[in-house]
């Protein structure tokens, strides 16, 4: 399977848990959506109603509008104006923000234009993992590869102290935080509260309008 079907099809079982006890929710918009997989589950397991979707790739938009109730194929930025904001009850935003050019103005936007009372749920990548942190201390590395925290299609890059800042300046209050980690440091003899900065992957966050 190719690095891009992967993308098309990959499941996200951290954040459907994660969303888990907020729902369920009437509607949902997946903004960068995929293969449409995260909207999908996300309906079978009763987490959300119903699901549209939003997706730049052209393969990828197509596969999700056999799954999705709607599906725009374009750029946020393009797009933005068709699609009915005050619908949904959730907007999700899975490892899309540090894609975007402009995050700043994509989470005020999302703040003037969705319902009140609407949540965004979301997952950024942690730069401050320790294998980001430790060859950019010891080594002088920043290297970027194909996938992960150094994905070299990211233009910006958070920590939890970050990501946090910059919702509260674009309007949001974080009301829930999970972090996304590998098994093995959430044993009972992991002092895990003081490792989670240098080993969660992702950061995941439900906001509401402040």
């Known amino acids: 399977m190719s690095a891009v079907t992967e993308y098309y099809v990959a499941s996200r079982p951290e954040f459907?848990?994660?969303?888990?006890?907020?729902?369920?929710?009437?509607?949902?918009?997946?903004?960068?959506?995929?293969?449409?997989?995260?909207?999908?589950?996300?309906?079978?397991?009763?987490?959300?109603?119903?699901?549209?979707?939003?997706?730049?790739?052209?393969?990828?938009?197509?596969?999700?509008?056999?799954?999705?109730?709607?599906?725009?194929?374009?750029?946020?930025?393009?797009?933005?104006?068709?699609?009915?904001?005050?619908?949904?009850?959730?907007?999700?935003?899975?490892?899309?923000?540090?894609?975007?050019?402009?995050?700043?103005?994509?989470?005020?936007?999302?703040?003037?234009?969705t319902a009140p009372g609407c949540r965004l749920a979301l997952s950024v990548p942690n730069v401050r993992h320790y294998k980001v942190v430790l060859p950019l201390l010891l080594r002088d590395e920043f290297t970027y590869r194909d996938h992960g925290i150094m994905d070299r299609t990211h233009l910006h890059f958070f920590t939890a102290g970050s990501i946090r800042d910059t919702l509260h300046e674009c309007g949001w209050k974080i009301v829930r935080r999970g972090s996304h980690m590998k098994k093995s440091y959430r044993r009972w003899y992991m002092p895990t509260r003081l490792l989670e900065p240098f080993v969660t992957v992702q950061y995941l966050m439900i906001a509401e309008k402040r």
Not at 29 to 50: F, H, N, P, R, W
Not at 93 to 108: F, G, I, K, Q, Y
């Open 16 to 113: 459907v848990s994660f969303l888990q006890p907020e729902g369920p929710f009437p509607s949902a918009i997946d903004i960068g959506c995929a293969g449409g997989m995260l909207g999908s589950t996300l309906m079978q397991q009763g987490i959300v109603k119903t699901c549209d979707g939003i997706e730049p790739f052209p393969a990828a938009a197509e596969l999700a509008g056999k799954s999705l109730r709607q599906v725009w194929h374009g750029a946020l930025e393009n797009v933005a104006e068709a699609v009915p904001w005050q619908d949904y009850a959730l907007v999700m935003m899975a490892d899309v923000l540090e894609h975007l050019v402009d995050p700043w103005s994509t989470l005020r936007f999302l703040r003037e234009r």
